[in-house]
């Protein structure tokens, strides 16, 4: 089993997936990360590689495993133009014009910085690593974040059509907003879960939650692995954080480490990947090209979202788009997403002319989702817009065979909750006597079996239990067909707590330290 980990930079390694590479890493998968630049623009790339690869150590990824794309770092306010949208060759601002990798490496092309080089270079490395899980950046504020997001979704889209064998899974991760400015809450009583990002215009990822894919209630929370759930800089993702001694933000370990890893996943079994797709008039392939949103300029802040949808022509009288399959296809659920500012009142779907629903397109591009009694083969599909007022379209069609991906890769697991958090060696109050406790499911949908030492369940309600704290250490202990989890509840004393408290603020001298220093 392979995974690919997309960064922009040295040090997004750890924001995109950090505690996942050591988890896949430790459980065989095989982990590559691949830098789209090599982080040149304030220091040298010889400098980023030696801390990344040093970062990638302690997070047991090999030397051989890092691949280096050898784009430039940070072209915007350069007065060039991105590699993004460099249609002739374009210099970096550490004066580069092709790609390079750091000292003892090999690129992974050496290629002139275009954007159709960047678009074969990085499709060429997905297409020859095959990699079963992919995981890369997602939309934030930086141009290069942005450039590799938007350029891995139209290589994939890319891939999708011309090999129906290959249907990764992907997850992307917003670097930012879910990891390195996320609340610095590192230094708590018991590691935090992953918030919800700050809203507004000025945020990071320009308050995309609940937008498109990212409905924060379908995020996917991966666990920690065991060594990373302590609130201390003890915790291997901060240790890989404190490495990258050129960028001084040791500070950010406090934010990027969290009591779980979250992801937005990208559906690549789609059926509309493998379909021939026509319209009345517009251009169809914008509701089928895995690209959910797309920006008038790369380096615009705040972004204009724009050039992402199907529209058809005001004067279009059908304004209908049209998937047709040479053999039948199964479908389950179907996912639309329209434009971030218009919505479509009535939008009629006709599977093979036998089914038709009518549904509205949400606005704010927001999910409309249409799950079928049960799975159906079709040959055709027909969306068509009944009601003529319409702004902006529709971003991405989805048709799904199955409501969760059945060829999930990545194993199934239960994770024990406590007020929706991750919880592990979990330390309470000796005081309290009871606690509720609850289950995160990751495709598990099986009876689940709940084990207590220590402890009596005074009420169960589905996954949620109720339990009756008898001793100082309980432990619980949660068991379905193929998966489990194990957790200790500890009632400690102030005392216990005011300890905590003091180490931590060792911590926090020890960092102004490091920073100070380096
Ligand atoms: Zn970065």
Same mark, same amino acid.
């Given at each position: 089993m392979r995974a690919l980990v997309l960064a922009p930079h040295p040090d997004d390694e750890i924001n995109v997936a950090g505690s996942t590479i050591i988890r896949l890493i430790r459980s065989g998968?095989?982990?590559?990360?691949?830098?789209?630049?090599?982080?040149?623009?304030?220091?040298?790339?010889?400098?980023?590689?030696?801390?990344?690869?040093?970062?990638?150590?302690?997070?047991?990824?090999?030397?051989?495993?890092?691949?280096? %794309?050898?784009?430039?770092?940070?072209?915007?306010?350069?007065?060039?133009?991105?590699?993004?949208?460099?249609?002739?060759?374009?210099?970096?601002?550490?004066?580069?014009?092709?790609?390079?990798?750091?000292?003892?490496?090999?690129?992974?092309?050496?290629?002139?910085?275009?954007?159709?080089?960047?678009?074969?270079?990085?499709?060429?490395?997905?297409?020859?690593?095959?990699?079963?899980?992919?995981?890369?950046?997602?939309?934030?504020?930086?141009?290069?974040?942005?450039? %590799?997001?938007?350029?891995?979704?139209?290589?994939?889209?890319?891939?999708?059509?011309?090999?129906?064998? =290959?249907?990764?899974?992907?997850?992307?991760?917003?670097? =930012?907003?879910?990891?390195?400015?996320?609340?610095?809450?590192?230094? /708590?009583?018991?590691?935090?879960?992953?918030?919800?990002?700050? %809203?507004?215009?000025?945020? =990071?990822?320009?308050?995309?939650?609940?937008?498109?894919?990212?409905?924060?209630?379908?995020?996917?929370?991966?666990?920690?692995?065991?060594?990373?759930?302590?609130?201390?800089?003890?915790?291997?993702?901060?240790?890989?954080?404190?490495?990258?001694? /050129?960028?001084?933000?040791?500070?950010?370990?406090?934010?990027?480490?969290?009591?779980?890893?979250?992801?937005?996943?990208?559906?690549?079994?789609?059926?509309?990947?493998?379909?021939?797709?026509?319209?009345?008039?517009?251009?169809? /392939?914008?509701?089928?090209?895995?690209?959910?949103?797309?920006?008038?300029?790369?380096?615009?802040?705040?972004?204009?979202?724009?050039?992402?949808?199907?529209?058809?022509?005001?004067?279009?009288p059908d304004r209908r788009l049209i998937f047709e399959w040479k053999a039948p296809q199964r479908v389950e659920r179907i996912k639309i997403y329209g434009s971030l500012d218009g919505s479509i009142d009535k939008l009629r779907i006709s599977l093979d002319n036998i089914t038709s629903i009518d549904c509205r397109v949400e606005r704010g591009g927001r999910p409309t989702v249409i799950d079928l009694p049960q799975p159906i083969s079709i040959l055709r599909a027909e969306f068509s817009i009944v009601d003529p007022i319409v702004e902006g379209g529709i971003g991405e069609i989805e048709m799904l065979p199955s409501k969760e991906r059945a060829d999930h890769v990545m194993p199934p697991f239960i994770k024990i909750i406590a007020d929706d958090e991750f919880i592990y060696d979990y330390k309470i109050p000796s005081t309290i006597e009871r606690i509720e406790i609850g289950i995160c499911r990751f495709h598990f949908d099986g009876e689940i079996n709940f084990d207590v030492d220590g402890g009596t369940i005074t009420q169960r309600d589905g996954d949620r239990i109720t339990l009756k704290l008898d001793a100082a250490e309980i432990k619980v202990r949660a068991v379905g067909d193929g998966v489990s989890d194990e957790i200790m509840i500890r009632r400690v004393s102030p005392i216990y707590f005011w300890r905590l408290r003091f180490k931590q603020m060792l911590e926090r001298i020890y960092i102004h330290w490091l920073r100070k220093k380096f």
């Amino acid at each position: 089993m392979r995974a690919l980990v997309l960064a922009p930079h040295p040090d997004d390694e750890i924001n995109v997936a950090g505690s996942t590479i050591i988890r896949l890493i430790r459980s065989g998968v095989e982990v590559f990360v691949a830098y789209s630049t090599n982080g040149d623009f304030n220091k040298a790339a010889d400098v980023r590689a030696d801390e990344a690869i040093r970062s990638l150590n302690v997070l047991g990824v090999d030397r051989d495993h890092i691949i280096w %794309l050898g784009y430039g770092d940070t072209f915007n306010g350069t007065g060039r133009p991105h590699v993004f949208c460099a249609q002739a060759p374009t210099r970096s601002p550490a004066g580069h014009v092709e790609t390079y990798a750091p000292h003892g490496f090999e690129p992974w092309r050496r290629s002139p910085y275009t954007r159709e080089n960047f678009f074969a270079d990085l499709q060429s490395l997905i297409v020859e690593l095959r990699a079963d899980m992919i995981f890369c950046v997602d939309f934030d504020f930086h141009a290069d974040h942005r450039a %590799l997001s938007l350029m891995f979704d139209r290589v994939i889209a890319s891939i999708l059509r011309r090999d129906p064998s =290959y249907r990764p899974e992907v997850f992307k991760r917003f670097a =930012y907003s879910t990891a390195f400015t996320a609340p610095q809450d590192l230094h /708590s009583r018991n590691l935090l879960s992953t918030v919800r990002p700050a %809203l507004g215009l000025e945020a =990071y990822d320009f308050d995309l939650i609940d937008k498109f894919n990212y409905v924060w209630a379908d995020r996917i929370r991966f666990p920690m692995p065991l060594d990373c759930r302590e609130p201390s800089i003890d915790n291997p993702i901060a240790r890989a954080v404190f490495v990258h001694r /050129s960028q001084r933000i040791q500070r950010n370990a406090l934010a990027i480490v969290n009591a779980d890893e979250i992801f937005f996943e990208r559906r690549t079994d789609s059926i509309t990947f493998s379909a021939r797709v026509t319209a009345s008039s517009g251009d169809p /392939s914008k509701a089928c090209d895995f690209q959910m949103l797309n920006v008038r300029d790369i380096n615009e802040s705040p972004p204009t979202f724009a050039d992402y949808c199907w529209t058809p022509t005001p004067d279009d009288p059908d304004r209908r788009l049209i998937f047709e399959w040479k053999a039948p296809q199964r479908v389950e659920r179907i996912k639309i997403y329209g434009s971030l500012d218009g919505s479509i009142d009535k939008l009629r779907i006709s599977l093979d002319n036998i089914t038709s629903i009518d549904c509205r397109v949400e606005r704010g591009g927001r999910p409309t989702v249409i799950d079928l009694p049960q799975p159906i083969s079709i040959l055709r599909a027909e969306f068509s817009i009944v009601d003529p007022i319409v702004e902006g379209g529709i971003g991405e069609i989805e048709m799904l065979p199955s409501k969760e991906r059945a060829d999930h890769v990545m194993p199934p697991f239960i994770k024990i909750i406590a007020d929706d958090e991750f919880i592990y060696d979990y330390k309470i109050p000796s005081t309290i006597e009871r606690i509720e406790i609850g289950i995160c499911r990751f495709h598990f949908d099986g009876e689940i079996n709940f084990d207590v030492d220590g402890g009596t369940i005074t009420q169960r309600d589905g996954d949620r239990i109720t339990l009756k704290l008898d001793a100082a250490e309980i432990k619980v202990r949660a068991v379905g067909d193929g998966v489990s989890d194990e957790i200790m509840i500890r009632r400690v004393s102030p005392i216990y707590f005011w300890r905590l408290r003091f180490k931590q603020m060792l911590e926090r001298i020890y960092i102004h330290w490091l920073r100070k220093k380096f």
